[in-house]
């Protein structure tokens, strides 16, 4: 059965689209050996991070947060749909589908191979300021990953054009709030649910790698676009999250990935929910 979170009156249902192959080659500003201890050591630096979506279903809506990978990067990911099935959920009935931001991982599975839309009938739910930076013109001074990533945005959006809501600071829609946390990406979001009795926190790419970032906050990974605002950024968020006792969901949080950020010391620590 697909591991759920219940805060307050909200359910929250992970649903994986599969497993990551990455590298601790990726990460910036720690030893390799320390980094090979926190993740419990690697072959040479290569481990795998789940790649994890969720589903609430509330006030007769069907959501899901992110889209998954589909096809186009490993072939251990884009299961979201027949895992979604699994769950009992057709893809047809998802009615929004809230991103966190517009990364290949978490959108190329909005569409099939073809470019047909895996979920024809959902809204897309986002930042503003994510959708401006990936539907803008190249600039002449972007870096490549960058102009290649916003190419594929238009691939991804292309059959939702018509049923994207972007969401604005402060803007409460269908009950969750964005929290910008950029850095990874311009308008990388968390999405704060209001739950009666708690609060709830999709954090998206807060943390890739939750065995280093949780308790090394300032450790980045070049998968940012700036790294620097994305550490100021993920400290923000986990500072929020232990202080409010948001339960968190994180698109790469190892399994369950659900649980709550707590401070230990001068550091952060996660407590897995279940
Ligand atoms: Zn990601």
Redesign the pocket.
């Known amino acids: 059965m697909a591991p759920s979170m219940r805060v307050g009156d909200v359910e929250v249902q992970g649903l994986a689209d599969g497993i ?1 192959k990455t590298s601790l080659d990726l990460v910036i500003g720690m030893e390799r050996a320390e980094a090979d201890k926190l993740v419990g050591g690697t072959d040479n630096g290569s481990l795998y991070i789940p ?1 994890n979506n969720f589903l609430i279903r509330r006030a007769g809506k069907t959501i899901l947060i992110d889209a998954g990978a589909g096809n186009t990067m490993q072939p251990t990911l884009g299961r979201l749909p027949a895992n979604l099935r699994a769950a009992g959920v057709d893809p047809t009935a998802v009615t929004h589908i809230v991103m ?2 517009l ?1 290949p ?2 959108a190329n599975g909005l569409v099939d191979d073809a470019g047909k839309p895996h979920y024809p009938n959902a809204e897309i739910v986002l930042h503003q300021t994510e959708a401006d930076f990936w539907m803008k013109p190249d600039g002449a001074n972007d870096p490549d990953r960058v102009k290649g990533n916003r190419a594929r945005t238009a691939i991804n959006l292309k059959p939702y054009l018509g049923r994207l809501r972007r969401v604005r600071d402060g803007e409460d829609y269908l009950g969750f709030t964005p929290v910008l946390a950029p850095g ?1 990406t311009p308008g990388h979001t968390c999405w704060l649910l209001a739950a009666r009795g708690g609060g709830f926190m999709a954090f ?2 807060v943390v ?1 790698l939750s065995a280093i970032q949780i308790s090394h906050p300032d450790t980045a990974l070049t ?1 940012d676009l700036d790294k620097d605002q994305a550490i100021k950024s993920r400290k923000r968020i986990l500072d929020m999250a232990a202080t409010e006792r948001l339960g968190i969901a994180g ?2 949080v190892n399994a369950p990935g659900f649980g709550y950020v707590v401070r230990k010391g001068p550091r952060f620590s996660f407590e897995p929910a279940g």
């Open positions: 990551l790649v966190t931001h990364h991982d978490h990874h998206g790419d890739h998968y698109a790469h």
